[in-house]
């Protein structure tokens, strides 16, 4: 089992390196982009039974800065990762 | 008196933190990250700045799950001193002992200059050498030192005289300026700015000093 997990500023935090990439973007002539987040993605590859109320737990311990960040789990079994 | 300063790896700013307490008349013992107990009868714990980690996945964020950092939040826990500075603040953020996060430099520039602070409030054993209002420059050198909390979080540390100081111009996003916050019980201090580099005639500024020695002066006489 895999899990992939989304680590993303919550709305309302300040970005500035989705908003360098936003302007780069427009530099560059891509002027359809009104805005950038940028955020990280983790994989983590499972132990059997490690299930999502785990990987949970470790999101809001390490993962995360539930502070700052919010974050979404994607579990994958093997056949479809 | 006696302070322990923690050694993670990547730390770089330990040995002048450890210089510092000991200019000011108190013993040092360094602290390996891996031990799990600080020193019998430590008064306080230095936190020092560096990269602990190498920064990986967020400032701070491996370092405050060391085994010596649960003995730091114990110490916290016990009423016990600790100071973090720059690094140090990051890891106590993460640790849970103050409140809000670092984010990067709004600017997105790593900066190295000495900024002026201005003291927010005298009542703290960290400021008390220092009159309330009163401006002092001291040296930041930080890429995350954007200090960010939600609004209610900020209205609380006004509203306890939490905030150390401030930022006389804001080199980096940081929310109502702050440079520097306390804790609830006033024993826990994390600023990006760095005092020890400050600390001595040879550093070419020693601002820094009067929190070193009022710290010194106040958990002796304790």
């Known amino acids: 089992m895999k899990a992939r997990v989304h680590v993303m500023l919550k709305a309302g935090v300040l970005d500035p390196q989705g908003e360098a990439v936003r302007h780069a973007l427009g530099a560059m002539g891509f002027d359809g982009v009104n805005g950038v987040r940028q955020g990280k993605v983790i994989e983590l590859d499972l132990a059997d039974g490690t299930g999502e109320a785990e990987v949970k737990a470790m999101c809001e311990k390490l993962l995360a800065n539930t502070v700052i960040e919010s974050y979404s789990i994607e579990m994958q079994s093997r056949e479809t990762a | ?222």
């Open chain 2, 1 to 222: 008196m006696h302070a322990a300063v923690v050694v993670f790896p990547g730390s770089n700013c330990d040995r002048d933190l450890a210089v510092a307490f000991q200019a000011a008349g108190m013993k040092v013992s360094m602290v390996w990250h891996k031990e799990s107990t600080l020193p019998e009868g430590v008064d306080i714990v230095g936190i020092p700045g560096g990269f602990s980690y190498g920064d990986y996945l967020r400032c701070g964020a491996i370092a405050a799950q060391s085994p010596i950092c649960r003995s730091v939040a114990d110490h916290a826990g016990r009423g016990g001193y600790a100071l973090g500075i720059c690094n140090g603040f990051q890891v106590l953020t993460e640790t849970g002992l103050l409140p809000g996060a670092l984010l990067r430099n709004a600017g997105l520039k790593y900066i190295c200059k000495t900024v002026g602070l201005r003291v927010e409030t005298s009542d703290s054993a960290y400021t008390q050498g220092y009159a309330e209002g009163q401006v002092i420059h001291i040296p930041i050198a930080h890429h995350d030192g954007n200090y960010f909390a939600d609004d209610d979080t900020i209205a609380r540390l006004r509203g306890e005289d939490r905030i150390a100081f401030t930022y006389t111009r804001n080199p980096n996003g940081a929310r109502a300026d702050i440079a520097g916050i306390l804790s609830e019980n006033r024993r826990v201090l994390g600023m990006m700015p760095h005092p020890e580099r400050a600390a001595d005639p040879g550093h070419g500024g020693t601002d820094g000093q009067a929190l070193f020695r009022a710290l010194s002066g106040m958990l002796a006489s304790a």
